[in-house]
């Protein structure tokens, strides 16, 4: 018995030779990517473009100021290369490092919109492959170059990059509705199947040449979504923004949606959160109304088959809050409320109209219609052949919006501001 | 050879120029008392009274000093040669040995020389001692010189024989051990009353022993005995012994009164709610502490001898009526089976009759405190208190039990299982979080947040050593804190370890030689293994922590659940005193109110079914009694009313 | 005989519901969907309800014999001849699916933790544990599997809550899959997912009375076809079936997805426990089977000198497939389709032979 746990104890020592082996590395021998890019090749089929996160220090050499203070903002690397696939790009980009690359950690798939509107396929299945490959990352088509992109894509409040891209994605998705977050399971998963097609984030470099350091506002309502990524008239904060969102029909890009749209496709799919709406007052058209709108409940979406025809019966319901007036009009009372409602409900009526509009020319059921179609099939053979997809376009869909104001924020009433002439 | 040519007849000048010009083996050869080589080195001490081979032993012996005196080196191996075969000789012995142990004590030799020389001084008398009976001789001077020669009187100084003549007449004498005695006891109660003129007012011709314990000696507890070796059992445990001229029989008093440590409060197991009493490493104070809190007349206290030399005594407590005859009988059956020279406390008790002593999990629980030893007894286990440590031993137990503290059944349920949760959790942090960790930073570095990662790795690309070194550098260097700090004198040990373990951590750390997250991880599984209850445990889980490490080095996460996996059948295969190590959970037995979750005090009716005890039930309705009596009240008020 | 111990009704449940819901965790539910498509939820709970006919005859064979096991049985019933080839066939092929069920755990190991580490590593330390346990006895493994179920039963239930996030209800639509009548015969013949239920039929003599293997049957059989169902119904729920169809792994990949937040996602090693522990019960238990068995057919007296060659033969049989694709192709059909004759008809078989040549336990061996 004692000789065999002397055995034991020294199997065990043995054992610690093995320490580390195969696929054990230590944590700084990997080089961490945070942002995959994906171009189309020059000199090669596809461009791949890595950032990587460096993990030099301020302090210099020596390290003699010890291991605790934090790692400082923004320092990465960037490597792009022209590679036939993803793995023996990575392959090849090892090669410049003393690193394995591990993109278990990487939280975006940029695809430029190059790319993207040629398809996806030639890398979508293949990356997928990979363990490291995570099904929850981000999917996002880039407008322009994915390699520029990445250059800029440093964001100004933080250096906790991961960070920041979990962030946008959530900001996108939650709060204001301009875009959606896409990972790669469900881009997968619709690109597969007939249920939806898939929908993607926009982004792009925003180099500030909208925005026009003078000048008159336009007379004519411009809202809050009526841009794509890279066009909002701003100067300052990050390189890029993420706005709109890139549709698909089968692996190809074939448009996308602005930022009213994208709000709009998102009411329909359920997924539409909250955000400021804003609107042309209805008494004066030179004046702006923004409503704080949020889904009240799931849309009711009824599918019925008239002569074989799908019917698509689409009903919004979606309640609000008065942020903002620009008139002194009192829409908080019981009269002129009414009035508000239904200036909304037109509104948003409007844009859903049109997205819908849009989508079936494109042949793209972004919103997700055919889930409720499926359910009238019982096997999969049937469903199968009645190509849901193909058909879109003929659907009818009809659309009908219920909004009501619940709350007045702050201000019960709106009194008129007092001029020296006495006017009102 | 140099020192041969040194012993030739050269005339004296010469022989001081080459004695400075020659290399002389320096003459260290005793260098001191050596006692690794000794001739009886292996061999079984016998004692003189029945040596065969006595004569044999002793020529060696005198050969010895001989050559000690001599210093010479042929000599010395000649006699090492004969030593030799005086061992093999004795090897043949050795198969009888076994038998001869239990027959014979050891003892030194050259009595008979002490008793010889003696003799011829003396009355000139031609008493001899009683070397071959156990029984008393009727004759006062030959007890006297059996037990001068058993004691080793008077080499051994602090056995007394007092003689004297009881009531100016009949002549007597008593034997004790110095210190062992109350003085008082002997001084006050016993020798004022023997010795006074009016103790034989009554007396008959015959032995007076009996009218002595009847009539004169005033102490509370008195025995007769007509056997040597009983008398002398009881003299070396602090009792005194009376002889008198013409009997047979000697009178042993309860005298005891030998220095002991106080009742304290118990230190190694402190709480802040409850009883602050702990054991001694008296035995007697220790059962009686036991019993102070069991006032129960089914309460049994069997002592049983242990220890072949030693003599030391274990008592083992347990509830007639209630604990399992079973259990009681595996019990004083094991230890009984205790062939051992020395035995001292309950920590060589436990190794002797643990079930499986390769196990690392302990099968005992050992406590401090009487009154969680009284818990013991009243679920129905047996408790094994043994002299000379202050700690009892419980058995049967299960892993669960190792986890509950005495002060779990004084607090509130949802405090105590607060704080039993912690203590889980301690054990979980102790046991596999530097596993974790490694198995986290070679293996699965996909789970740590990204930030942190970077972090790490950041911090990592200072330190110039594998993972691996790292967290076995932080582990040893803070097992070596704790084991200094328990040796540090005084209770500041502890603090003083775990300031070091601060400084040690802060200060590698700034040398690059760990980085910083391993410090955090090393010192939360040090708080968890302290917050684990038993130590006996929770040495158990400091080197089991040691083989995750590995386990998580080699295979990351596949790794840790194979040995976990390991050491959980080892743990089911196990059982304490045939009670399944990891019941009530695995197998399965009935209601278990108090395992992991423990149940309000009022609802724990049951005693723990895995260990059959004869009577179930603990306790009735408690709270619904009174609270139906209350109602009853109100009904009768209303009643009246 | 070989001594089993005792083993109490709920240790039983454990061990058999441990060993027949393992499938759920590897490329099972993978083959289901390509056979039925969206169906394959409500299938597993077909298998089941016919794996639970199957086991009343079982049933009914060993209440004919009482305190007796099925390899006695079947000496008893066929007469030692056909008794022993028919007993040998049953020890081979739980080596054999022992031998497959770790094979796939390798394959899985691979795939997603560790692609570099050799196979015989993996499959060394495995089969060093295995072989310890079975050393240790039923007991040990019963009570080992008791101890850890709660642990696994939780980290299952935590892993389907939590990846509900995830959940898209129109995925489970066309709710017939490929039609009735295929999810209905897949459904039935590979009612021998659960044929794991036959391990209690190995040590009947364990559980003391067929009372209490009717209980421990019926029960782990309803369970673990629930367990099965709900983690398949979890699964079609986040893949549609057209993706499901290609899922090397579909319960790891449904770990991978779930993300709540920054800190709270990919915490997929963090549930590997589950596959790992799980998958060391169930070889353990079918390893033990397989042992004794072979010890019963040729009624030797101590199982210890034969575990070690068995273990051999076991790391032996691990290592043969070629691939991951014949694995799942061959290997797992062979296992998941064939044993219905040896597991369910050949009770029958022996049943009906007692009857007939009206044998009844008690009045061998006495």
Not at chain 1, 320 to 345: D, H
Request: hydrophobic fraction near 40%; aromatic fraction near 10%; proline fraction near 4%.
């Amino acid at each position: 018995m004692h000789k065999s746990v002397s055995i034991a104890l020294m199997c065990v020592f043995i054992i610690c030779l093995l320490t580390a082996c195969y696929d054990g590395r230590e944590i700084d021998e990997w080089a961490y990517v945070y942002t995959i890019g994906v171009d189309k090749g020059v000199s090669n089929v596809l461009r791949f473009t890595f950032q990587i996160p460096s993990l030099k220090r301020d302090g210099g050499g020596g390290g003699s100021s010890g291991g605790t203070e934090s790692q400082s903002a923004g320092h990465f690397t960037i490597i792009s290369l022209d590679a036939p696939t993803f793995h023996s790009g990575v392959d090849m980009a090892e090669t410049s490092f003393s690193r394995k690359l591990n993109y278990m950690h990487a939280n975006y798939l940029l695809i430029s919109e190059e790319l993207a509107r040629e398809g996806v396929e030639r890398f979508i299945n293949g990356m997928i492959r990979s363990r490291q490959i995570r099904h929850s990352m981000y999917i996002i088509i880039v407008r322009g170059k994915a390699s520029d992109y990445i250059e800029e894509f440093n964001p100004v409040l933080t250096g906790a990059i991961s960070k920041a891209q979990d962030g946008f994605m959530k900001i996108s998705n939650k709060d204001d509705g301009l875009t959606i977050s896409t990972n790669y399971h469900n881009f997968i998963s619709d690109l597969k199947t007939a249920y939806r097609t898939p929908v993607v984030p926009l982004t792009a470099i925003n180099d500030f040449s909208n925005y026009e350091a003078s000048g008159a506002p336009p007379e004519i309502f411009k809202s809050e979504g009526d841009y794509y990524a890279g066009e909002l008239p701003r100067s300052g904060g990050n390189k890029f923004e993420f706005f709109g969102t890139a549709l698909f029909e089968g692996d190809k890009m074939v448009g996308a949606l602005n930022g009213d749209e994208t709000r709009a496709m998102l009411m329909v799919r359920g997924e539409f959160n909250r955000g400021s709406i804003a609107m042309t007052d209805p008494k004066d058209k030179k004046l702006r109304i923004t409503i704080n709108a949020s889904q009240q409940k799931k849309p009711g979406i009824k599918a019925t088959f008239i002569e074989g025809k799908p019917v698509i019966n689409v009903k919004i319901f979606l309640e609000g809050n008065i942020q903002n007036t620009q008139s002194s009009t009192e829409y908080e009372s019981v009269k002129l409320k009414p009035v508000l409602e239904n200036a909304f409900r037109e509104y948003v009526k409007g844009i859903l109209d049109r997205t819908i509009s849009k989508c079936k020319n494109l042949n793209v059921d972004a919103f997700g219609f055919g889930e409720k179609v499926v359910m009238h099939f019982l096997t999969i053979q049937e469903w199968e052949k009645y190509n849901w997809l193909g058909r879109f376009k003929d659907t009818e869909v009809t659309t009908e919006v219920k909004f009501i104001i619940r709350r007045t924020g702050t201000m019960l009433k709106t009194n008129p501001i007092q001029h020296s002439n006495g006017e009102k | 050879m140099i020192m041969e040519r040194l012993d030739l007849p050269v005339p004296g000048l010469l022989k001081t120029i080459l004695k400075s010009v020659l290399y002389k083996e320096p003459n260290n050869e005793e260098l001191g008392f050596e006692l690794l080589e000794g001739e009886n080195e292996g061999v079984e001490q016998e004692s003189p009274q029945n040596a065969s081979g006595k004569g044999d032993q002793k020529a060696s012996t005198g050969q010895r000093d001989d050559s000690r005196q001599q210093g010479n080196a042929e000599q010395k191996r000649n006699d090492r040669q004969q030593s030799d075969t005086n061992h093999q000789g004795d090897k043949k012995m050795q198969g009888n040995i076994k038998t001869q142990r239990k027959n014979f004590r050891k003892q030194p030799l050259k009595v008979d020389e002490w008793n010889g020389n003696r003799k011829t001084e003396n009355t000139g008398n031609t008493c001899k001692p009683q070397n071959n009976s156990d029984i008393l001789s009727t004759e006062l001077c030959s007890n006297l010189e059996t037990i001068r020669q058993k004691f080793l009187i008077p080499k051994n100084q602090d056995v007394i024989t007092r003689e004297f003549k009881i009531g100016r007449k009949i002549k007597a004498f008593m034997v004790y051990v110095e210190g062992m005695i109350d003085k008082n006891t002997m001084n006050l109660a016993i020798f004022p009353h023997l010795m006074s003129k009016d103790v034989f007012e009554e007396i008959g011709e015959d032995c007076p022993v009996d009218y002595l314990m009847e009539n004169v000696l005033t102490v509370h507890n008195v025995r007769k005995t007509d056997k040597y070796s009983y008398t002398v059992m009881q003299v070396l445990n602090g009792m005194s012994a009376l002889f008198v001229e013409g009997c047979g029989e000697c009178i042993l008093m309860e005298t005891r009164g030998f220095e002991k440590r106080n009742v304290g409060k118990p230190i190694t197991e402190t709480v802040v709610k409850g009883s602050q009493e702990g054991f001694t490493e008296n035995l007697r104070t220790n059962v009686t502490l036991v019993r102070k809190i069991i006032k129960n007349e089914n309460l049994v206290t069997e002592m049983l001898p242990i220890g072949n030399t030693n003599h030391s005594n274990c008592a083992v407590m347990y509830l007639e009526g209630i604990a399992n005859t079973k259990v009681i009988q595996e019990v004083k059956k094991r230890i009984k089976k205790i062939d051992s020279d020395f035995v001292l406390g309950d920590g060589m008790v436990e190794q002797f009759i643990e079930d499986n002593p390769f196990m690392l999990f302990p099968q005992v629980i050992d406590t401090e405190r009487p009154d969680r030893t009284a818990s013991f007894i009243m679920e129905g286990q047996v408790v094994i208190i043994a002299e000379g440590a202050p700690f009892a031993l419980a058995v049967p137990v299960t892993f669960f039990r190792l986890f509950h503290t005495s002060e779990d059944s004084f607090v509130r349920w949802p405090a105590s299982n607060f704080l039993r949760y912690i203590r889980l959790l301690g054990l979980f942090c102790a046991t596999f979080l530097p596993g974790m960790y490694v198995a986290l930073t070679l293996f699965h570095t996909e789970m740590i947040p990204t930030e942190l990662l970077i972090f790490i790795a950041g911090a990592k690309e200072l330190v110039p050593f594998p993972t691996i070194l790292e967290v076995m550098m932080m582990e040893i260097s803070f097992e070596l804190i704790r084991e200094g700090g328990i040796r540090v004198p005084s209770i500041i040990g502890q603090t003083l370890g775990i300031v070091g373990a601060l400084i040690l951590g802060q200060a590698a750390v700034a040398a690059g030689l760990v980085s910083p997250l391993l410090v955090i991880v090393v010192s939360i599984t040090g708080l968890g293994s302290f917050a684990i209850p038993n130590y006996t445990l929770a040495i158990a889980v400091r080197i089991e922590r040691f083989l995750f490490i590995f386990a998580g080095a080699v295979l990351g996460f596949y790794g840790i659940s194979l040995m976990a996996m390991l050491l959980a059948y080892f743990a089911c295969s196990m059982k304490s005193f045939g009670v399944p190590f990891l019941s009530p959970v695995a197998p399965k037995t009935n209601v278990n109110p108090d395992v992991i979750y423990r149940h309000p005090i009022w609802s724990q009716k049951n005693r723990p079914d895995y260990m059959n005890a004869y009577n179930r039930k603990r306790q009735g309705n408690n709270q619904k009694l009174w609270i139906s009596e209350d109602d009853q009240d109100k009904k009768g008020k209303e009643d009246k009313t | 005989m070989i001594k089993e111990g005792k083993i109490g009704v709920q240790e039983a449940i454990c061990l058999v519901v441990i060993s027949t819901s393992n499938r759920v965790f590897f490329t099972a539910p993978t083959v289901v969907q390509q056979f039925v498509g969206t169906a394959g939820w409500y299938m597993s709970l077909v298998s089941d309800i016919t794996a639970i006919v199957f086991f009343t005859f079982i049933y009914l064979l060993l209440k004919r014999f009482p305190e007796k096991d099925i390899i006695e049985i079947f000496h008893i019933t066929f007469g030692r001849s056909i008794g022993v080839f028919f007993s040998y066939i049953y020890a081979t092929s739980f080596l054999a699916a022992s031998g497959i069920l770790l094979r796939e755990f390798y394959e899985a190991l691979k795939t997603f933790i560790f692609p570099y580490t050799p196979i015989s590593i993996l499959n060394g330390t495995m089969v060093i544990l295995v072989t310890v346990s079975v050393f240790l006895g039923l007991e040990t493994i019963a009570r080992a599997a008791k101890l850890v179920a709660y642990f696994l039963l939780f980290g299952y239930l935590i892993l389907l809550i939590l990846s509900a996030q995830n959940f898209r209800l129109p995925y489970l639509f066309p709710i017939l899959g490929y039609g009735v009548g295929k999810t209905l015969m897949e459904g039935l013949t590979r009612s021998s997912a659960y044929s794991e239920v036959i391990v209690l039929t190995v040590f009947a003599g364990a559980l003391q009375g067929a009372k209490h293997l009717k209980k421990a049957g019926y029960i782990s059989l309803v369970l673990s076809g629930l367990l099965v169902s709900a983690g398949i119904l979890c699964m079609s729920l986040i893949f549609p079936y057209n993706v499901f169809q290609e899922q090397t792994n579909p319960l790891y990949t449904l770990a991978t997805l779930i993300k709540y937040g920054t800190f709270f996602q990919r915490l997929d090693p963090a549930f590997l426990f589950l596959w790992i522990i799980i998958t060391i019960i169930s070889s353990s238990v079918v390893f033990y089977c397989a042992v004794t068995s072979y010890c019963k057919t040729f009624r030797l007296q101590d199982k210890r000198p034969v575990i070690i060659p068995m273990a051999v033969l076991l790391f032996t049989i691990t290592m043969i497939p070629r691939d991951l694709p014949s694995v799942i192709t061959e290997y797992i059909e062979l296992l998941r389709t064939y044993p219905i004759f040896l597991f369910y008809i050949l009770p029958l078989i022996a049943l009906i032979t007692a009857k007939l040549r009206k044998k009844k336990g008690g009045n061998i061996n006495a």
